[in-house]
């Protein structure tokens, strides 16, 4: 594939392709010199319509460590300010021939709009509810390096405000593809009308979700997405919902906890569990940049040999 925007363009193979891949450049990240010439001379957009803490950074990081050369844009500060389309401005990127361009936009379908108007390699950091396939590729190589390569007859509760995230949405299409028994729970307001097409069983209480769960992956209730007036009550929210150590007593007995981040402490997940020994959170920062690498030089590489989407 030309471009990656979302885990349903892959097949198994594919996956393990990336997991293999991002195993093979995690020690990189060890080393005290921390660079490759693997990708010297090739430049790598890293255009963030919205903010970003995680992806935008590991991408930075996983571009320089392979000796790409990267570049920011940002909504603010660039001409997006001065009301220039998205169409003007992925052209005007392709204009200074990159080899790939990692974008993050508010909304569904921005990345694929752009990947059919430029020649290089497009890489989804998220687009609007829709996907955010890299994150659910290194929530993968997380899990992996815990469990080892077959995931099947897991359990993973995604717990949180689902229907606004494509981090969730990436994460139920890959983990049910992997065998994986993917529940849901949230209040009905924060779960999508499709939840059960999508493959997962549905919960609204805590209890029945987290028995006997391997994993759970905390969501960011995102105040930013709420439709006015369906904002829920944050002290109802987390009386009901926060994940305790407490409420984790009937989950298998070695149960992990991840969250994409950013966290709001106290009100999807308490914060001593955040910290506490079986939280994988900053497991899955670290994964972050070798999927990232593997990803860039996935798809930079294969563009040069001819491939295309
Ligand atoms: N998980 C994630 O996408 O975090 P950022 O918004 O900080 O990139």
């Known amino acids: 594939h030309k471009d990656l925007l979302d885990v349903s363009q892959l097949s198994r193979e594919d996956v393990d392709v990336v997991m293999r891949t991002a195993a093979s450049f995690r020690e990189i990240n060890a080393r005290p010199v921390k ?3 693997t990708l010297k001379g090739k430049s790598v957009v890293l255009f963030f319509a919205e903010p970003s803490t995680r992806t935008k950074t590991s991408f930075d990081i996983a571009g320089k460590r392979l000796s790409a050369d990267t570049f920011g844009l940002a909504k603010s500060g660039s001409s997006l300010q001065k009301g220039e389309t998205l169409k003007d ?3 005007t990127l392709q204009a200074m021939n990159p080899d790939a361009i990692v974008m993050r936009h508010a909304s569904s379908g921005a990345a694929d709009f752009v990947a059919r108007r430029v020649s290089c390699a ?3 950091a998220g687009d609007g509810w829709h996907a955010h396939p890299t994150q659910a590729l290194l929530d993968l190589f997380t899990l992996r390096e815990v469990w ?7 359990t993973v509760t995604i717990l949180g405000d689902v229907a606004h995230s494509r981090v969730a949405r990436s994460n139920i299409r890959l983990l049910t593809m992997l065998g994986v ?3 849901l729970c949230a209040p009905r307001t924060l779960l999508p009308k499709d939840a059960r097409a999508l493959g997962a069983k549905v919960f609204h209480e805590l209890e029945p979700a987290l028995e006997n769960a ?3 992956m905390c969501l960011r209730l995102q105040l930013e997405r709420q439709e006015a007036g369906l904002l829920p009550d944050l002290r109802e929210y987390a009386r009901r919902f926060c994940l305790t150590k407490a409420r984790l007593k009937n989950a ?5 906890v991840l969250h994409p981040g950013p966290i709001n402490r106290g009100v999807e997940i308490a914060s001593d569990l955040a910290d506490a020994g079986n939280s994988l959170i900053l497991d899955q920062v670290a994964s972050g940049v070798a999927v990232r690498m593997a990803i860039l030089y996935l798809h ?3 563009k040069e040999k001819g491939e295309t989407a």
């Open 122 to 124: 497009v890489i989804n």
């Open 300 to 302: 930079i590489t294969r």
């Open 89 to 91: 401005t992925v052209l």
């Open 35 to 37: 660079k490759v010439p």
């Open 148 to 154: 080892g390569d077959d995931l099947v007859g897991k």
């Open 252 to 256: 298998a007995p070695d149960v992990k």
């Open 181 to 183: 028994t993917v529940r």
């Open 214 to 216: 391997d994993a759970v």
